[in-house]
């Protein structure tokens, strides 16, 4: 069974301070992760991926993660906030055939002027 | 040019009544997915379909009933809706041959049972 924590449900930064949301997975086989972004009312948008090739993954908008095996972590970083950063993270968790991604019950990031 | 598409972004309907929800993806992935997002915006998988076979169905009410035609549609057909049904519901695909993949979404179907 595949699972995913977010810790901090609500996480508030200044304008061009360091964003960092956290995520832990849990997985019994190699999992490939991802980092998705949904904007109010919108659907989701990936953001970057995980998928064994390289432990730091870089995604669009500025956005990065770092797998770490060891502490089966997978944190998302911005070293500066925009104010168009605001919006809902969501990580998520597969493997191969499991036909389904689960997510974690994301982070509302808020981005203060 | 949509990737994932649904119809309608809108939904209101009374108790009771049966309603349905189409998706259509041009990507041409063989493997599309029903979730379902609540109030507290938790996604959960719903179904997910792979060459139009049912892969997945996660407990979910027999009122709910996934239709895939062709590989590039898969539609959701719910029967007797009930206040709790009120969700946004999000189609998406991917390309399961490629474990890696990731999950393209549609834009949502914001369902309001009255």
């Known amino acids: 069974a595949q699972s995913v924590t977010q810790l901090g449900s609500h996480v508030s930064v200044s304008e061009g301070a360091l964003v960092l949301l956290r995520c832990n997975y849990s997985s019994s086989v190699p999992p490939y992760l991802f980092w998705y972004v949904q904007y109010p009312n919108q659907g989701l948008q990936l953001l970057l991926k995980?998928?064994?090739?390289?432990?730091l993954v870089k995604g669009i908008n500025g956005f990065e993660a770092e797998f770490k095996k060891s502490e089966t972590s997978f944190h998302l970083t911005k070293p500066s906030a925009h104010m168009s950063d605001a919006a809902e993270y969501f990580c998520a968790v597969t493997s191969s055939g499991t036909y389904k991604y689960i997510f974690g019950t994301g982070t509302r990031l808020k981005v203060l002027a | 040019d949509t990737a994932v598409s649904q119809t309608p972004k809108y939904l209101v309907t009374q108790m009771g009544n049966d309603k349905s929800i189409k998706c259509e993806q041009n990507?041409?992935?063989?493997?599309m997915y029903w979730y379902k997002q609540d109030s507290k915006k938790f996604l959960k998988i719903m179904f997910s379909?792979?060459?139009?076979?049912?892969?997945i169905n996660e407990t979910v009410p027999n009122r709910f009933s996934p239709k895939s035609p062709d590989k590039a549609h898969l539609n959701l057909h719910i029967n007797s809706l009930e206040l709790g049904d009120s969700a946004v519901y999000f189609c998406?695909?991917?390309?399961?041959?490629?474990?890696?993949?990731?999950?393209?979404f549609g834009q949502g179907t914001r369902l309001t049972v009255v």
């Open positions: 990507l041409g992935h063989d493997t």
């Open positions: 998406a695909s991917s390309q399961e041959s490629r474990g890696s993949a990731e999950a393209f």
């Open positions: 995980y998928t064994s090739a390289a432990t």
């Open positions: 379909y792979n060459n139009k076979e049912l892969i």
